[in-house]
């Protein structure tokens, strides 16, 4: 019985090396969605240190440092999280 798919080599390089560069972007796109993640969390971190330290100030820097902390902390990672995600949909 003769074979259903009867490929080239040049074929079956042209699919390896296609399926390589896929698992090389697929790594990439890991690592830039790690990165984002460890941004999120350290912006994150950085504000919550802001709005706990505002308690130590005296006066108005107090209320400013407050409502930076809490900026930073909580709109900051969702502004991270859209610039990725522009970037990825172009």
Avoid: Q
Avoid at 5 to 30: F, G, M, N, T
Avoid at 41 to 65: M, Q, T
Wanted: with cysteine; hydrophobic share 50%.
């Amino acid at each position: 019985m003769p074979p259903l798919l009867v490929l080239s080599p040049d074929r079956v390089a042209a699919e390896v090396r296609r399926a390589e560069e896929r698992a090389a972007d697929d790594l990439e796109w890991r690592w830039r969605a790690r990165k984002l993640g460890l941004d999120c969390v350290c912006l994150y971190l950085d504000g919550l240190l802001l709005a706990l330290a505002s308690f130590r100030f005296p006066g108005p820097h107090a209320e400013i440092a407050l409502c930076s902390g809490l900026l930073i902390g909580n709109a900051g990672p969702l502004v991270l999280a859209y610039v990725f995600w522009v970037r990825e949909t172009r």
